[in-house]
Nanobody, 120 residues
């Protein structure tokens, strides 16, 4: 199983970035896909969620209206389009795949993360 994020980098405030997460080794189309972020000294924060068929999404209040999550099941890839970036968006962004199994068990897979730095 692998989740490989890409697309992070340094961007000025107000700029945009598009993160990608390429999946392999599991049935991608059966998993809810999430983007989390973690800034130094802060707890991991759930940023965006997308259902397996891509039909429903949800966002943290801090990114609503600026970030868009999408997925391409044929490519086994999930994306996070980030616009109007702010310095407080600076963090390591992590891709997560989650499925709920029998007997209440949860299957979680994580990527290694990609750094996003918003600074002038």
């Amino acid at each position: 199983v692998q989740l490989v994020e890409s697309g992070g980098g340094l961007v000025q405030p107000g700029g945009s970035l598009r993160l990608s997460c390429a999946a392999s080794g599991f049935t991608f189309s059966s998993y809810v896909m999430n983007w989390y972020r973690q800034a130094p000294g802060k707890e991991r924060e759930l940023v965006a969620i997308i259902t397996p068929d891509g039909g429903s999404t949800n966002y943290a209040d801090s990114v609503k209206g600026r970030f868009t999550i999408s997925r391409a099941n044929a490519k086994k890839t999930v994306y996070l389009q980030m616009n109007s970036l702010k310095p407080e968006d600076t963090a390591v962004y992590l891709c997560n795949a989650r499925a709920w199994l029998q007997y209440g068990r949860v299957q979680d897979y994580w990527g290694q993360g990609t750094q996003v730095t918003v600074s002038s």
